[in-house]
């Protein structure tokens, strides 16, 4: 199993030493979001910076930009990588769309499906010479002339990583990405396996695909830590984060598949309000039990094998700041390595 590890806090010159650290210290792939920072100047820092380990944005706010200026520049990271890039999108949400990046906001997941496929169209007319002809309802690619076209890389095209949030764009995924990524803000392991992925299986068979052709991340509110003193200790620092996924419509879904609908409503008018402190004192530490699971950092790699047997790869975070925790750590990232699940969703087989 891979683990993975995040750069980019701070301001964007502090990602090579990042970057370089977290290939020193073993991780297999490092990630950055897009917060304050761009998510792509961050990955071409990265590139620079490392030779081995893989490299993902996780994730790049897609509508705001155009299929054909992030094929661009997804192009060249895969280069000036040797091949190690990942282009992870993710939607946001409508608010974000229209009133923060001043664009367009149509339904999410049929958009996103063009706008993967209209890339992946691009690429093809870079690397095999196709003809553009690309015509979908939101996005359309029928042109090309020498003076714009970088040519052939000697890689494959940039994977493509897709975060998943509610069914429809598990489908989504399941037809058109390389690697799919549960959002980890609030996702259990009830509604990942009750909804995403089924869904993602759906759109597996749909393209003519197996479980085999896709990484998922693992996935499901977990809390991880030393004893059952730290645990319980994190579940106390989970209510700030729940509060603020649990505010937002989108995820009342979960919340209700877990009985907690009244705390996702109370939780909402309180964010309209701007009652932060109050939001995070509504989330009790049942409601954090009851949708997460628990494992101490000696445990994880049985139960990456009993709980995550679907995924192919996992965030890893452990205290690091002494000798003998650094030395713990590694031990644990080795074993993590280590998990070789099937990959496959118990109960969810594909027969093709």
């Known amino acids: 199993m891979e683990a993975i590890t995040g750069v980019g806090r701070g301001w964007p010159g502090d990602v090579p030493a990042q970057a370089r650290a977290a290939e020193a210290s073993g991780f297999d792939c490092i990630t950055c979001g897009e917060l304050a920072h761009d998510s792509m100047l961050t990955m071409a820092l990265a590139a620079t910076a490392t030779e081995r380990i893989r490299l993902q944005t996780s994730v790049t706010i897609a509508f705001p930009r155009s299929p054909m200026v992030l094929a661009m520049q997804a192009w060249d990271i895969q280069h000036l990588s040797g091949g190690r890039f990942t282009l992870g999108l ?141 645990i319980e200790q994190r579940v106390e620092e989970m209510r700030r984060p729940l509060s603020f996924y649990g505010s937002t419509r989108t995820y009342h879904k979960v919340l209700a598949l877990h009985g907690l609908e009244e705390l996702g409503q109370k939780l909402h008018a309180l964010s309209r309000q701007g009652k932060w402190e109050e939001m995070r004192d509504t989330v009790t530490p049942d409601a954090v039990l009851e949708l997460a699971q628990t494992s101490t950092y000696d445990a994880l790699p049985e139960f990456l094998r009993t709980h995550r047997e679907y995924a192919s790869r996992t965030a890893l975070d452990m205290p690091r700041e002494t000798p003998e925790q650094e030395e713990r750590f590694q031990d644990v990232l080795r074993r993590v390595q280590a998990v070789d699940n099937p990959r496959v969703p118990r109960g969810l087989e594909i027969n093709n």
């Open 90 to 230: 993710g939607s946001q949400v409508k608010g974000h769309n229209e009133r923060r990046f001043g664009g367009t906001w149509t339904a999410p997941a049929p958009r996103m499906r063009e706008y993967i496929q209209m890339m992946h169209a691009v690429w093809d007319s870079w690397q095999h010479g196709t003809t553009p002809e690309f015509l979908g309802r939101h996005y359309t690619f029928t042109l090309m002339t020498p003076n714009f076209n970088p040519g052939p890389i000697a890689h494959d095209r940039p994977r493509v990583g897709l975060a998943v949030v509610g069914p429809g764009m598990a489908g989504v995924a399941g037809e058109v990405a390389d690697v799919i990524m549960p959002h980890g803000g609030i996702m259990s392991d009830r509604y990942m396996r009750t909804t995403m992925l089924p869904r993602i299986r759906t759109g597996l068979i749909k393209s003519g695909r197996s479980w085999a052709d896709v990484e998922i991340g693992a996935s499901g509110y977990l809390v991880l830590g030393d004893n059952d003193s730290d």
